[in-house]
Nanobody, 114 residues
Framework: QVQLVESGGGLVQAGGSLRLSCAAS????????MDWYRQAPGKQRELVAG???????NYADSVKGRFTISRDNAKNTVYLQMNSLKPEDTAVYYC????????WGQGTQVTVSS
């Protein structure tokens, strides 16, 4: 079982930056694949960035070059550094952990004003 708690969301102007954090507890964090998803109003949840247990990352085309996913296994935390934010990045961002099961955090709101 894995519990996930996101933090770091907020309101930022276009062009600004935010760093989201996802603190995990309850299992062997380092062995889990970790992802960030987002869901904008009226849209489906979409994968933003993913990170394997070995450290390989992948990104949605819409965020490549602007967002960076990373993890600190000593702190059981995964991060999403978001730079050059755009109004279309506005969404609730969710942390997702998976290996033998799938686990989700409660989400954190990111709002980018134009």
């Amino acid at each position: 079982q894995v519990q996930l708690v996101e933090s770091g969301g907020g309101l930022v102007q276009a062009g600004g930056s935010l760093r989201l954090s996802c603190a995990a507890s309850g299992s062997v964090f380092s062995s889990y694949f970790m992802d960030w998803y987002r869901q904008a109003p009226g849209k489906q949840r979409e994968l933003v960035a993913g990170l394997t247990s070995g450290g390989s990352a992948n990104y949605a085309d819409s965020v490549k070059g602007r967002f960076t996913i990373s993890r600190d296994n000593a702190k059981n935390t995964v991060y999403l550094q978001m730079n050059s934010l755009k109004p279309e990045d506005t969404a609730v961002y969710y942390c997702h952990a998976w290996r033998t099961g799938h686990y989700w955090g409660q989400g954190t709101q990111v709002t980018v004003s134009s």
